[in-house]
């Protein structure tokens, strides 16, 4: 349980920052289709989850194929920090602070952790969602002041998910893979 103000700072979502991929995809002739949502989302054959050795300017698409328009390095170099403070009523205080976003892009935050046995949990971090979007400005920079209502557990992890259809899914984060990609991730203290 949080106690005092702390701060955390968002990294790229890759293989070495958490187990879940960021569901964005490179395309690959060799990747067979995937169909099983519980080894990370399905997808169509030829894409696959971009890797430590891909190009940097590899293009980036959705589960389906569909272009996001951005490239790869461009995508892992948004940056992002968090001040998360308690609240008298027992709730914390985020406000984020982001920049290399994709420009005009619809974002929302959520908290990501284990539940037992229905393994990773995507909450929003006001329960509802109701106050966990924001659009990115022309230049890919985005601020966000949201309060939960319960305390954030501590190694739960804040997730900036990038929603590529342009819409608020407000207590979903949507379809991962399709129209709602994880971009940045950063570890509750």
Same mark, same amino acid.
């Given at each position: 349980?949080?106690?005092?103000?702390?701060?955390?700072?968002?990294?790229?979502?890759?293989?070495?920052?958490?187990?879940?991929?960021?569901?964005?995809?490179?395309?690959?002739?060799?990747?067979?289709?995937?169909?099983?949502?519980?080894?990370?989302?399905?997808?169509?054959? !030829? &894409?696959?989850?971009? $890797?430590?050795?891909?190009?940097?300017?590899? #293009? /980036?698409?959705?589960?389906? =194929?569909?272009? %996001?328009?951005?490239?790869?390095?461009?995508?892992?170099?948004?940056?992002?920090?968090?001040?998360?403070?308690?609240?008298?009523?027992?709730?914390?205080?985020?406000?984020?602070?982001?920049? !290399? &976003?994709?420009?005009? $892009?619809?974002?929302?935050?959520?908290?990501? #952790? /284990?539940?037992?046995?229905? =393994?990773?949990? %995507?909450?929003?971090?006001?329960?509802?969602?109701?106050?966990?979007?924001?659009?990115?400005?022309?230049?890919?920079?985005?601020?966000?002041?949201?309060?939960?209502?319960?305390?954030?557990?501590?190694?739960?992890?804040?997730?900036?998910?990038?929603?590529?259809?342009?819409?608020?899914?407000?207590?979903?984060?949507?379809? %991962?893979?399709?129209?709602?990609?994880?971009?940045?991730?950063?570890?509750?203290?």
């Amino acid at each position: 349980m949080l106690l005092a103000l702390s701060s955390a700072t968002f990294q790229p979502i890759t293989a070495a920052t958490t187990s879940q991929p960021a569901h964005v995809y490179v395309r690959d002739s060799s990747a067979p289709a995937l169909t099983d949502a519980a080894a990370g989302g399905p997808h169509d054959a !030829g &894409l696959r989850f971009p $890797g430590d050795n891909d190009a940097p300017s590899a #293009q /980036l698409s959705n589960a389906h =194929g569909g272009a %996001l328009h951005v490239s790869l390095a461009e995508w892992r170099a948004a940056t992002g920090s968090a001040d998360l403070a308690p609240t008298p009523d027992g709730g914390v205080r985020v406000h984020a602070a982001f920049k !290399g &976003l994709m420009p005009a $892009g619809r974002y929302s935050l959520f908290i990501r #952790q /284990l539940a037992g046995r229905n =393994g990773v949990v %995507l909450t929003p971090v006001d329960i509802t969602g109701a106050a966990d979007g924001f659009f990115a400005d022309k230049d890919g920079n985005g601020d966000i002041a949201v309060q939960s209502p319960n305390p954030i557990p501590s190694n739960a992890q804040l997730v900036l998910i990038y929603h590529s259809d342009g819409s608020d899914h407000q207590g979903s984060p949507g379809n %991962l893979g399709v129209n709602a990609h994880e971009q940045l991730i950063a570890r509750v203290p």
